[in-house]
């Protein structure tokens, strides 16, 4: 039997070789490596290396690990990352709002965290949605435009083009 850390370095690899869509799948995953596991190893397994499950495209779900996301301040991951997972970017005042889909938002405000992204003060993320907070000196829109582009998306016409009361109507 491997020990914990072992183990770890397996499943972290296991991850990021497979749809892995279930514990049962990472036991026959673990099984295929010559390793017998129980499913409550399983489980604390994947909580201590911060797997989470991710919806994919399809509608399933499958084992990602957030540190996938990034592994320090490398923009390329970041980039790919944004790719990956944001589907639309949007600003207001100081604020850059980063869609997802569901239980994906995590991963990316993480990738902005570790990569340390100039501008960037703070991140939240809820489960399909991360606001970033632009620094002083900065504007939300300027951020959404550099997420916009690093996530393969153009870049949201100015929302001050069209006049506020042209975009307000009354509610009968």
């Not at 491997?2 to 850390?5: I, T, V």
């Given at each position: 039997m491997?020990?914990?850390?072992e183990r770890h370095t397996v499943l972290r690899r296991l991850i990021r070789d497979q749809d892995l869509h279930s514990q049962a799948d990472v036991v026959h995953a673990f099984a295929?490596?010559?390793?017998?596991v129980h499913l409550a190893t399983v489980s604390r397994d994947l909580t201590d290396i911060g797997a989470v499950k991710l919806r994919t495209s399809t509608g399933g779900s499958v084992y990602r690990l957030t540190e996938d996301a990034v592994d320090g301040p490398d923009t390329a991951q970041?980039?790919?990352t944004l790719r990956r997972f944001v589907v639309a970017v949007a600003a207001s005042g100081n604020l850059a709002v980063l869609r997802t889909p569901p239980a994906?938002?995590?991963p990316v405000a993480r990738a902005i965290d570790v990569a340390r992204v100039g501008g960037v003060i703070a991140t939240v993320s809820g489960d399909d949605t991360v606001l970033v907070v632009a620094a002083e000196g900065y504007s939300g829109r300027e951020l959404a435009d550099e997420f916009a582009i690093r996530?393969?998306?153009?870049p949201e016409p100015d929302a001050g083009t069209t006049p506020r009361s042209a975009s307000l109507r009354s509610v009968p």
């Open positions: 491997p020990s914990k850390r295929d490596e010559g390793i017998t970041l980039d790919d994906c938002a995590q996530a393969g998306r153009a």
